[in-house]
């Protein structure tokens, strides 16, 4: 454990859980408040008993699910923003060296 982590307790439906995080409080209140949201909206989309186990593995699979989505559709724009960077340098270099022309 690093200097910087701090031991953290919070009940999720019932259940108390502890871990050790170095996240800011900020970004801790939306991480609890992100896993409580996809734990309890699959909670209330099940019908009957459900053991917490398997909301947990429901709502990680919902988490990983955006997250491979996000990775790719960040990938998609790094690859797009760089296209266009390299479009617009190669236009202003050739405008500058209209320019250039011009001027000999």
């Known amino acids: 454990m690093s200097d910087t982590e701090r031991l953290v307790k919070f009940n999720l439906l019932g259940q108390d859980f502890t871990f050790y995080t170095g996240a800011s409080e900020e970004e801790l ?16 989309e099940s019908q009957g008993s459900v053991p917490l186990s398997k909301l947990a ?8 699910s955006r997250y491979v989505r996000l990775k790719k559709e960040y990938q998609t724009y790094r690859v797009e923003t760089g296209e266009r960077i390299e479009s617009l340098n190669e236009k202003i270099a050739q405008s500058l060296g209209s320019q250039l022309e011009e001027k000999d």
């Open 29 to 44: 209140d939306r991480i609890l408040k992100l896993v409580r949201q996809q734990v309890e909206d699959g909670s209330a």
């Open 57 to 64: 593995l429901l709502g990680c699979l919902n988490l990983a």
